[in-house]
């Protein structure tokens, strides 16, 4: 093809992600060999066809001998391949069905294996994608609305298999059907003296590539403005289903339907300014071929050629200009692909802040002590602990008091190293734990947390969570020390109850327990509870308290709370201010020591 239909270098910025072709690589290649198939019965077959066909059914040639393949004037010394008078008729009549049957069985097997292959690579980079947001840093969801990352994954995705498979298919396919409409074109023109005349209608393809890159500039950056409403309007949406209770609750029906309309206005308007671009140079370039075809069709009324040869060449005019409008097209839509694309590669080049080390120690059996030294961690510019140091012991059950925004749940965060200190280092046992692998870490880390995450499945195998590999025995055995056991059993469905998105078919105290089943089950040396009682009522919470009571006997636990009822079986007492400790001790020695903790302790027992 000319070197103006082929789209910019930028589509370079695509080959690392042939990668993702590799499982159907073969369904790939034969959908190519399919599509090649079809393109030269289309450039070649179909104006054979009618060069062939239309002379012997409306013409005199059924009464003498077709030349088929003639003995190219001398050229090549085999003789020409002819069908006799008797069978002309026969041949002309079946080689119309056997023509399209050959096309449209190869469109069929094109389309179907490229479906399979490019399915496979929107598998592949959407589980990448999803994968890269496993790794990532906490900070990064702080960020980004999970709304929008959603949109990338389903969304922008597709743009960028529909370059993969969609396009490629087309670069491979489309210069077949060009090259055999424009060997036919030419050898026709070469059998008739002054037929060169004809090949001028050739001449308007050279001027598609003005309209192909003033549109491509246009759609690229109107594509990456529709990609980004498209993630602005997935993350209201995100946002409100999540908050019914919420916007009932304070009357904002009409402000939700307010804002999704607007966002779905400027995605509207995004949308149709996309289509106003890619749609007007089809049209365009049609017109284009028009005019040269009309021009082919004079230059050829000017000679003495056959009707069929006449309506063969022009067949093959169009079928020349075909690939042409489609190889255009495929500028448009690299556009599109390298919009969603940037948009992936956000996530897929996103740093992993904290990565597991390059030859990690083996932390072997937990003990349980705790240590942060000189630690210093703060969220950009906003500083949230100031060289805390702090040892615990195994077994000890440690509070941590204090305002909020003192660095409580901080302190807990760089225990389980969903991030690292800028300063300083927190060790387990001794063993610094950035350089432990992180899944072993916090496989000896158990997390109930204020509101625990109940994923949309059984209770059962929400609490096998906890260790993946226990027994049924198990499992009843650590709802019955939770305090669950007799409201599962007593569930429609009992242990095979769907708890639904994010627990929503339990209350807030049966939520609670399933977590602190699975923390049982989970049986870790070290334990973390953020916040397990605030969000319940008082009956909820005796009972979970008492399960919590059985829970942090033997474990190193640290325990986040306002309500200094759920501390009251903690042997030690962290309190934080501005993201220091400045009180370490007993409930009883603090409250003679420690004006923080004695003012927070009065406002709690005045509340009561």
């Known amino acids: 093809m000319p070197r103006y239909c082929i789209p910019e270098l930028r589509v370079k910025r695509f080959f690392?992600?042939?990668?993702?072709?590799?499982?159907?690589?073969?369904?790939?290649?034969?959908?190519?060999?399919c599509g090649a198939i079809y393109g030269v019965s289309s450039g070649l077959g179909v104006p054979f066809l009618l060069k062939t066909v239309l002379p012997v059914l409306f013409g005199d040639d059924k009464h003498r001998a077709l030349v088929l393949v003639p003995n190219w004037h001398g050229w090549v010394d085999w003789p020409p391949l002819t069908i006799s008078p008797e069978y002309v008729l026969a041949f002309a009549v079946a080689l119309l069905p056997t023509v399209f049957a050959i096309r449209v069985s190869a469109e069929f097997a094109n389309k179907y294996l490229l479906s399979f292959a490019g399915l496979r690579v929107l598998e592949?980079?959407?589980?990448?994608?999803?994968?890269?947001?496993?790794?990532?840093?906490?900070?990064?969801?702080?960020?980004?609305?999970?709304?929008?990352?959603?949109?990338?994954?389903?969304?922008?995705?597709?743009?960028?298999?529909?370059?993969?498979?969609?396009?490629?298919?087309?670069?491979?396919?489309?210069?077949?059907?060009?090259?055999?409409?424009?060997?036919?074109?030419?050898?026709?023109?070469?059998?008739?003296?002054?037929?060169?005349?004809?090949?001028?209608?050739?001449?308007?393809?050279?001027?598609?590539?003005?309209?192909?890159?003033?549109?491509?500039?246009?759609?690229?950056?109107?594509?990456?403005?529709m990609l980004s409403r498209t993630g602005g309007l997935s993350a209201l949406l995100a946002e409100s289903l999540q908050s019914p209770r919420e916007i009932r609750a304070y009357n904002l029906e009409a402000n939700e339907r307010r804002r999704f309309s607007e966002l779905v206005r400027g995605l509207f308007r995004s949308q149709m300014k996309m289509v106003k671009y890619e749609k007007m140079l089809s049209p365009l370039i049609e017109f284009l071929s028009a005019v040269s075809i009309s021009?082919?069709?004079?230059?050829?009324?000017?000679?003495?050629?056959?009707?069929?040869?006449?309506?063969?060449?022009?067949?093959?005019?169009?079928?020349?200009?075909?690939?042409?409008?489609?190889?255009?097209?495929?500028?448009n839509r690299i556009k599109s692909g390298l919009a969603g694309l940037t948009r992936l590669e956000e996530v897929l080049n996103a740093p992993v802040e904290v990565a597991d080390p390059a030859v990690p120690v083996e932390l072997g059996k937990v003990r349980g002590e705790v240590s942060l030294d000189?630690?210093?961690?703060?969220?950009?510019?906003?500083?949230?602990?100031?060289?805390?140091?702090?040892?615990?012991?195994?077994?000890?059950?440690?509070?941590?008091?204090?305002?909020?925004?003192?660095?409580?749940?901080?302190?807990?965060?760089?225990?389980?190293?969903?991030?690292?200190?800028?300063?300083?280092?927190?060790?387990?046992?001794?063993?610094?734990?950035?350089?432990?692998?992180?899944?072993?870490?916090?496989?000896?880390?158990?997390?109930?947390?204020?509101?625990?995450?109940?994923?949309?499945?059984?209770?059962?195998?929400?609490?096998?969570?906890?260790?993946?590999?226990?027994?049924?025995?198990?499992?009843?055995?650590?709802?019955?020390?939770?305090?669950?056991?007799d409201f599962i059993e007593a569930q429609p469905g009992g242990w095979d109850a769907v708890v639904g998105e994010r627990g929503g078919q339990l209350s807030g105290g049966q939520r609670q327990r399933v977590a602190i089943a699975r923390a049982f089950l989970k049986n870790s040396p070290i334990l973390i509870l953020d916040e397990a009682t605030s969000a319940l009522d008082a009956e909820s919470e005796a009972v979970v308290q008492q399960a919590l009571e059985k829970l942090v006997r033997g474990k190193t636990t640290f325990i986040i709370a306002h309500r200094f009822s759920t501390i009251r079986f903690a042997t030690r007492i962290l309190v934080f201010d501005k993201g220091r400790v400045v009180a370490d001790g007993p409930h009883a020695a603090l409250l003679e020591s420690c004006p923080l903790y004695r003012t927070l302790y009065a406002r709690q027992m005045a509340g009561t």
Request: include cysteine; aromatic fraction near 10%; glycine fraction near 8%.
């Open 16 to 33: 690392p992600y042939y990668a993702y072709l590799r499982p159907a690589l073969g369904h790939f290649i034969a959908a190519i060999i």
């Open 124 to 225: 592949g980079v959407r589980v990448a994608v999803f994968s890269r947001l496993q790794e990532l840093h906490l900070d990064y969801f702080r960020r980004h609305k999970a709304g929008d990352l959603i949109s990338r994954i389903m969304v922008d995705t597709n743009h960028v298999k529909t370059v993969i498979v969609d396009i490629a298919n087309d670069f491979m396919i489309q210069p077949f059907t060009f090259v055999s409409a424009i060997g036919f074109i030419g050898y026709e023109c070469f059998k008739y003296p002054g037929m060169e005349r004809f090949l001028i209608a050739l001449a308007a393809i050279p001027a598609v590539v003005v309209p192909v890159r003033i549109f491509g500039k246009k759609l690229l950056y109107k594509s990456e403005q």
């Open 295 to 331: 021009i082919a069709v004079y230059q050829a009324a000017q000679l003495d050629i056959s009707q069929g040869d006449a309506v063969a060449l022009i067949g093959a005019l169009y079928f020349a200009y075909e690939p042409v409008k489609k190889l255009s097209g495929i500028h």
């Open 374 to 485: 000189a630690v210093t961690f703060a969220y950009g510019a906003d500083s949230v602990l100031s060289d805390v140091s702090v040892k615990v012991h195994p077994g000890e059950v440690v509070a941590l008091v204090g305002p909020s925004g003192a660095g409580k749940s901080t302190f807990v965060n760089l225990v389980l190293r969903f991030y690292d200190p800028q300063q300083g280092t927190v060790h387990v046992d001794g063993t610094d734990v950035r350089k432990v692998r992180q899944a072993e870490l916090r496989e000896a880390i158990a997390l109930v947390s204020q509101e625990p995450i109940l994923f949309n499945d059984t209770i059962y195998n929400n609490i096998l969570l906890g260790r993946r590999d226990a027994t049924r025995e198990a499992v009843e055995q650590a709802a019955e020390q939770a305090g669950a056991r």
